[in-house]
């Protein structure tokens, strides 16, 4: 490790090393720093990941991916099931272990360096910009400095609020979650099954991601608001003992998803914040890993740029160039999921029972939600210009 | 339930042994005053303003009022 770089990454996960690797491509200094002891690991995710973002960045490789997803499953608080087949593989269930560390590899081929178990606890300030960071290593207290900082840590970010930027999750948008790796279970490994519903999983919903017929990452994510009354695990352990009362559990985790729009500010100076740091998370789906690469690439090519030029207020275009590619999207994402996490139980019942008359041949999203939100005209027009454009 | 804190003190407190160190915490705090590191976390008391914000955040219930916290 040196005292000074280009631009210093604080955080490994795919969304950082994403960024490193894009700007390490275009021959700059980067050092991305991680506060865990591995990259990849405790993972905090339920790793499902559409299949065309991920194959932009990675070529599909059955070491990191445990299932292929061509069929989503909807499960109404009535319990009755609709299912929706895309016939083609739509998405991955990860072994984010594995993906972490080969993302982190590509970086670190590309020319970035990765330093493990390096807490970054306050930035480095010359006059209002930000010119590095301060870490705890190795028991000792060091200070890096770097033209460019960007923030890619995760959920509990503090990188940003040091910079003076409001980072916090409003509460009612943080999605408290609980998840266990289950086996002894039976599922269809190609199908992501959706449970909704005030006592299954109220303000989010319930998940069976399968890893195989017999594995699956079991979760739930509830409104921080709805905390107030019960918590995740206590609504986990309910479903569990309904729906998989033989399972044996492997793992075990909390989290906690930022599930609103990004942040206004992202760039400040010689600061850029990346990923769950951004809240770029998807809010409707609450999926962070392809909108936090996606941002990855954005920001890093920008700030490789930036240092090229020797033109550090070119950082600010991120902000527009992330707004376009996907912020305006997620807008839309958080009118639905708003929308969405307005409706009663009889609501849902009612939705999927429309639902179910759809013949399977013609049954998409878009379809669904156009359904869900029949009575929503302004909404309507929001999906239209996702979904069937 | 939870029961609301009174305010002026420290009456939140985090048990560190049952804690999975998740963050999800930190991220609703608007004081930033939870200091997480990967596997240690701690209330800066002088900043916690007790909105109990983290407390409802929290998704294993590790965060709590402490006793004297508490109102009847």
Not at chain 1, 348 to 360: A, D, G, R, S, T
Not at chain 2, 41 to 46: C, P, Q
Request: proline share 3%.
């Amino acid at each position: 490790m040196k005292n000074e770089y280009d631009i210093i990454v604080v955080g490994a996960g795919p969304a950082g090393t994403t960024a490193a690797r894009f700007a390490a491509e275009q021959g700059v200094s980067v050092l991305v720093l991680e506060k865990d002891r591995d990259v990849g690991y405790p993972v905090r995710c339920a790793e499902a990941i559409n299949k065309r973002t991920a194959d932009e960045f990675i070529k599909p490789n059955d070491k990191w991916i445990s299932s292929h997803i061509s069929k989503f499953s909807f499960i109404s608080p009535n319990n009755s099931e609709v299912l929706i087949d895309f016939n083609s593989v739509q998405g991955y269930i990860l072994e984010r272990k594995i993906f972490d560390y080969e993302l982190a590899k590509i970086a670190s081929n590309a020319g970035a360096e990765i330093i493990t178990k390096a807490y970054v606890n306050g930035l480095l300030l010359e006059g209002q910009k930000v010119s590095g960071v301060t870490a705890e290593y190795r028991g000792q207290q060091i200070n890096i400095k770097s033209k460019i900082v960007i923030g890619a840590d995760g959920t509990e970010s503090r990188v940003g609020r040091w910079a003076g930027i409001k980072t916090h999750v409003h509460l009612k948008n943080m999605e408290s979650c609980f998840q266990v790796t289950a086996s002894n279970i039976s599922v269809e490994p190609d199908t992501l099954y959706f449970y909704f519903g005030k006592n299954v999983s109220p303000g989010g919903y319930f998940w069976v991601f399968p890893k195989s017929c017999t594995t699956a990452n079991i979760g739930l994510g509830i409104s921080g608001l709805e905390g107030k009354e019960k918590s995740a695990l206590a609504y986990l352990n309910d479903n569990l003992a309904r729906l998989f009362p033989h399972a044996s559990i492997l793992t075990q985790v909390a989290g906690g998803v930022p599930c609103s729009i990004t942040l206004e500010k992202i760039t400040s100076n010689g600061i850029m914040l990346l990923g769950d740091a951004a809240r770029q998370v998807n809010p409707l789906s609450g999926g962070g890993i392809a909108s936090g690469m996606i941002g990855g690439r954005i920001a890093g090519i920008i700030a490789a740029e930036a240092i090229r030029k020797n033109k550090l207020d070119h950082i600010f275009t991120y902000e527009k160039a992330w707004y376009n590619e996907r912020g305006k999207m997620h807008e839309v994402f958080n009118r639905l999921k708003e929308g969405i996490y307005s409706f009663t139980d009889e609501d849902f019942n009612k939705i999927m029972e429309k639902f179910q008359k759809v013949p399977l041949s013609k049954r998409t999203i878009g379809k669904l939600f156009r359904i869900a939100l029949a009575n929503k005209p302004s909404l309507l027009i929001d999906i239209s210009k996702v979904f069937l454009v | 339930m939870y029961r609301m804190a009174k305010k002026g003190k420290l009456l939140i407190e985090i048990l560190p042994d049952k804690c999975d160190f998740c963050g999800c915490c930190v991220g609703v705090c608007p004081e930033d005053a939870i200091e997480l590191k990967e596997a240690s976390i701690r209330i800066i008391d002088s900043f916690c303003t007790n909105c109990s914000k983290c407390v409802w955040a929290c998704p294993i219930e590790v965060i709590k009022f402490n006793k004297e916290g508490v109102e009847a």
